[in-house]
């Protein structure tokens, strides 16, 4: 039953990643994903781990779902304020995970200012800070050796294939905004927003970054509507981890108001 689940979460996950970073068959990527889905049951369409620059990165609401798989008794966290600097914008946290009651906890220490978070969440190096001691902490609870994406700085931005920049390239971009997304899914988008109570500015920024493009009209239909599927699916098994990543958007909302 287990191993009959694990290879359809395999499948779904090669099919998945092809899909969206234009991956061939034989690429070693893939091959690297498979141990990933059989040793942790990551899952791409759940945006528990996502490509980056060649990499492949474990995202923080994929670690809170392995954790909670694992029946994690629960976790700690401090604020450590001799290594922080409020006013320049420079926080630094202590986590510590409980894989058992009787676990004496695996401890993770996360910091984050201006010069090493991404654009994207500018203004929010606070919870930046805090999320990544968090990761560090779950991963090394459960043994977990790739990188988290929110521990990264700013240096490491998606990278669209060469299919995708191919296939953008002989389109016309929309300049109105609405790039290649029909009435169709559009309405599917709005609907999602509204059943589920999101925020759209901030899922607007998450799905460009999903789609690997620096603004929403630059994805393509295809990518979009794997979006749609993707959020979907999340909102509809585990809002709250949704919500989460959500959330780690909301420096890009701030900084546009």
């Known amino acids: 039953m287990l191993a009959a689940k694990s290879s359809s979460l395999c499948q779904r996950n090669r099919r998945l990643a092809r899909q ?7 690429h070693p990527l893939l091959a690297t994903l498979k141990s990933l889905t059989e040793d942790l049951a990551l899952s791409v369409s759940a945006g528990d781990v996502i490509l980056l620059q060649g990499n492949w990165y474990v995202t923080h609401a994929g670690l809170l779902r392995v954790a909670k798989r694992n029946r994690c008794s629960g976790m700690k966290v401090q604020f450590i304020a001799e290594l ?3 006013a320049a914008r420079r926080f630094a946290f202590e986590a510590t995970v409980f894989k058992s009651k009787t676990c004496q906890g695996f401890a993770g220490y996360g910091d984050a200012d201006p010069s090493n978070v991404s654009a994207l969440v500018q203004g929010a190096e606070l919870r930046v800070a805090e999320t990544r001691a968090i990761n560090r902490a779950l991963r090394k609870a459960y043994g977990i050796g790739i990188c988290s994406v929110e521990e990264i700085g700013s240096s490491a931005e998606p990278v669209p294939s060469s299919r995708e920049t191919n296939k953008r390239s002989s389109q016309p971009v929309n300049g109105n905004g609405n790039g290649y997304v029909g009435p169709k899914v559009r309405d599917r988008l709005c609907q999602l927003i509204r059943q589920h109570q999101l925020d759209a500015s901030l899922v607007k920024s998450y799905a460009a970054d999903f789609c690997g493009a ?12 794997n979006f749609v599927a993707h959020l979907a699916e999340w909102a509809e098994k585990d809002r709250n981890a949704l919500l989460c990543q959500l959330n780690s958007y909301l420096g890009s909302k701030e900084g546009a108001a």
């Open 20 to 26: 969206k970073w234009g991956l061939e068959r034989n």
């Open 214 to 225: 620096k603004e929403l009209r630059y994805a393509t239909r295809e990518q979009v509507e």
């Open 84 to 86: 922080s600097e409020p």
